[in-house]
């Protein structure tokens, strides 16, 4: 078994953490324009994001990853959540943790502790990329404008979680409760899909929700 440093990421000094839509000021947006719209975005900001890898065929890792995580390991295209926390395939051998802001180096040193003698991978890329909510009665409809996935309840159900053309881009669509959408992004692209949420958005109605 090879050691592994972990060491925590976030500034200990006066350095301010920020999210990738800082710039946009959502906060101020909160209880602006039109009462019940249709679709509400709440950016998930600052939390931990850890990518897994193993062999998810090995008893033993499904073992340890339940016990680091209190969660199963879920199968190809599905997430699991819980709170603020959720565990997400991503491909035969890789999964995403998220877990709440502050608790991402905890998680890796459980995971490391309860997976040491298999031969795994943990990365901390909680920098890289964040959750947007999408919630409301009109969401599908945004998504069928921004995406050729098939977004029907049929075939994309609550639990389901698929990487794909968004609005000429990539990211992850998570469908996590029967309202409500997670779209995994990538900070470089936030501002980008922020400006075609707004517009894509606009003949529903779009709130901002804290």
Request: aromatic share 8%; no cysteine; net charge negative.
């Amino acid at each position: 078994m090879t050691a592994a440093n972990v060491y925590p990421q976030r500034p200990t000094t006066g350095a301010k953490a920020e999210s990738a839509l800082h710039h946009a000021d959502l906060a101020s947006r909160v209880g602006q324009g039109r009462q019940n719209t249709g679709v509400t975005v709440r950016e998930k900001k600052l939390l931990g994001h850890l990518i897994l890898r193993g062999n998810g065929h090995d008893a033993a890792f499904a073992a340890g990853v339940r016990e680091a995580t209190g969660m199963e390991l879920p199968g190809a295209l599905s997430v699991v959540v819980d709170g603020e926390t959720s565990l997400q395939w991503l491909g035969p051998d890789e999964w995403l943790l998220i877990v709440p802001s502050g608790e991402e180096f905890a998680a890796e040193k459980k995971l490391r502790d309860a997976l040491g003698a298999l031969h795994i991978a943990v990365v901390n890329v909680s920098g890289g990329q964040q959750l947007l909510e999408l919630s409301g009665p009109n969401v599908r409809q945004v998504l069928m404008k921004s995406t050729s996935y098939d977004v029907h309840p049929h075939n994309f159900p609550v639990g389901k979680a698929v990487g794909t053309v968004f609005a000429k881009s990539q990211l992850v669509i998570r469908h996590t409760a029967e309202d409500t959408w997670e779209l995994l992004i990538r900070r470089s692209f936030a501002d980008y899909w922020w400006l075609w949420l707004q517009d894509a958005s606009a003949e529903y109605g779009l709130s901002v929700q804290a």
